[in-house]
């Protein structure tokens, strides 16, 4: 059932017909909407986003460590229908335990690179995806430096040579 404060929002309401119980909250931020969906009906929410309500850009995705509080991590999708010149951002929560999202690399392609980022820098998964591997750091670098457990102050590279 979708949450009450979201009737002003058409969109919300098209996604609950087309996915009932998709939608767990959000609201209107600076005249964009927002919307938190389960992580398990992530993918079938952007599926109906792109092809039924013209959701045909995915501008950027990234993510937040929320350290304490839990669930710690929230994806988040920022979404634009060049068509209709609307935004919208979706945000999943995800726990500590189980920092994994299925990836959304089958819906827009442009997400390869985003996914990648974030499991980089904050080590949450991407399930499905093509090519999870790191790409900012190098491939035996210990942690994720976006996370608020990553040590700030010097890391495993020693500067020797300076």
């Known amino acids: 059932m979708l949450p ?25 931020a600076l005249g964009e909407s927002n919307l938190e969906v389960r992580a398990d ?16 850009r995915l501008a950027d995705l990234t993510a937040v460590d929320w350290q304490p509080r839990e669930p710690r991590f929230e994806v988040i999708y920022h979404l634009h229908s060049l068509d209709k010149n609307q935004r919208l951002r979706i945000k999943c929560r995800l726990p500590e335990a189980a920092a994994e999202v ?44 976006l996370r608020k457990d990553y040590p700030v102050h010097g890391n495993r590279y020693s500067y020797k040579d300076e």
């Open 102 to 145: 299925d990836s959304v690399t089958s819906v827009w392609r442009s997400a390869n690179w985003h996914e990648r980022e974030v499991f980089d820098l904050l080590g949450i998964v991407f399930r499905d995806h093509p090519s999870l591997r790191r790409i900012m750091l190098p491939e035996d670098w210990e942690g994720h430096p």
């Open 4 to 28: 009450d404060n979201l009737g002003e929002i058409p969109v919300a309401a098209a996604i609950e017909a087309a996915e009932p119980g998709a939608v767990l909250g959000g609201g209107l």
């Open 41 to 56: 009906k992530l993918v079938a929410v952007c599926l109906f986003l792109k092809n039924s309500e013209q959701f045909t």
